[in-house]
Nanobody, 127 residues
């Protein structure tokens, strides 16, 4: 059984930083896409960032240059470092994983939603 569990959320002031981590278990594929999504109240879920088995990354335009996705294969985790946070980054953040060779943009745009999802974790940015 594949499980994804997020940690590291919380509240921070605008301009601050947070690091989210996603612990995976049961996900033992050599080819993969590991992604972060977010959903703010009353808004649709949106893709944030994705990393693949080659370490190639893709970011959504609103977070480009502020967020960094990374992975630690030995620890079975992948992280989202968020810097220069803005109030509009407030949302519930979800980590997701997929073994299929999906194009990064198709994953982030929701054209091909990931197979596995975490429960989500709240990030609140105050002004």
């Amino acid at each position: 059984e594949v499980r994804l569990v997020e940690s590291g959320g919380g509240s921070v002031q605008s301009g601050g930083s947070l690091r989210l981590s996603c612990l995976t278990s049961g996900f033992t594929y050599s080819s993969y896409r590991l992604a972060w999504f977010r959903q703010a109240p009353g808004q649709e879920r949106e893709g944030v960032a994705v990393i693949d088995e080659y370490g190639d990354t893709t970011y959504a335009d609103p977070v480009q240059g502020r967020f960094t996705v990374s992975q630690d294969s030995a620890a079975s985790t992948f992280d989202l470092q968020m810097s220069d946070l803005k109030t509009e980054d407030t949302a519930r953040y979800y980590c997701a994983a997929d073994w299929r060779p999906v194009e990064h943009k198709d994953l982030l745009l929701g054209i091909v939603p990931p197979i596995y999802w975490g429960q989500g974790i709240q990030v609140t940015v105050s002004s």
